[in-house]
């Protein structure tokens, strides 16, 4: 199996950032059939939606409209880590951040793997 573990989740103040970082381990085998990983968000209440994805061959970057221009997604393919730097964070950013991973697609549509998900908290 493969595990996503996420952190750097927290409370800030709106127009500070954040670095959220997901860390992929588990059976090497497994994890190389990666193709595509990153991060979607889910309010409580809320359904889960997409923020942002990066192909492991690091094309394919796609963005939340909304995040556009304030976030950045990144990917250490030797360390099997893929980055979220959140700059200029809104009240409305607030979140659970799921991270996410699949296999066989360009699109992060249907996750095979996803983290425990890391609270960003965003107050006015």
């Known amino acids: 199996q493969v595990q996503l573990v996420e952190s750097g989740g927290g409370l800030v103040q709106a127009g500070d950032s954040l670095k959220l970082s997901c860390a992929a381990s588990?059976?090497?085998?497994?994890?190389?059939?990666?193709?595509?990983m990153g991060w979607f968000r889910q309010t409580p209440g809320g359904e889960r939606e997409f923020v942002s994805q990066?192909?492991?061959?690091?094309?394919?970057?796609q963005y939340k409209d909304s995040v556009k221009g304030r976030f950045t997604i990144s990917r250490d393919s030797i360390k099997n880590t893929v980055y979220l730097q959140m700059n200029d964070l809104e009240p409305e950013d607030t979140a659970v951040y799921y991270c996410?991973?699949?296999?066989?697609?360009?699109?992060?549509?249907?996750?095979?793997?996803w983290g425990q998900g890391t609270q960003v908290t965003v107050s006015s």
């Open positions: 996410a991973a699949q296999t066989g697609s360009n699109l992060l549509v249907n996750p095979d793997y």
């Open positions: 588990g059976q090497n085998f497994r994890i190389r059939r990666i193709t595509v």
């Open positions: 990066i192909m492991w061959n690091g094309d394919g970057v």
